[in-house]
Nanobody, 121 residues
Framework: QVQLVESGGGLVQAGGSLRLSCAAS????????MRWYRQAPGKQREVVAT???????NYADSGKGRFTISRHNANNTVYLQMNSLKPEDTAVYYC???????????????WGQGTQVTVSS
């Protein structure tokens, strides 16, 4: 079974930094794409950053210039470095991965449980 586990969330003052981690484990043949999403209370879940198997990246406008997504393939871990945090960044952050569990299988999406990020003013 595939499991994604996020860590690194917490409480930080505006202007501070956090580094989120997401470790994928279990039966994984290949990971095509990994993403970070976030969801604030009463708001729609939105994508924050994306990284492909070729390490190309994409960012939502809200995080451009402040957030950096990266991956470490050896341990199937994706990171989100968050700098210059703002109160509007407060949300639950979720890790998402599109992956194959076998060479012949379909690409399916998996989700972590989420980690809370709270930015105080």
């Amino acid at each position: 079974q595939v499991q994604l586990v996020e860590s690194g969330g917490g409480l930080v003052q505006a202007g501070g930094s956090l580094r989120l981690s997401c470790a994928a484990s279990g039966r994984i043949f290949s990971i095509n794409v990994m993403r970070w999403y976030r969801q604030a209370p009463g708001k729609q879940r939105e994508v924050v950053a994306t990284i492909t198997s070729g390490d190309s990246t994409n960012y939502a406008d809200s995080g451009k210039g402040r957030f950096t997504i990266s991956r470490h393939n050896a341990n199937n871990t994706v990171y989100l470095q968050m700098n210059s945090l703002k109160p509007e960044d407060t949300a639950v952050y979720y890790c998402n991965a599109d992956l194959r569990t076998t060479r012949w299988g379909s690409v399916l999406g998996y989700w972590g449980q989420g980690t809370q990020v709270t930015v105080s003013s």
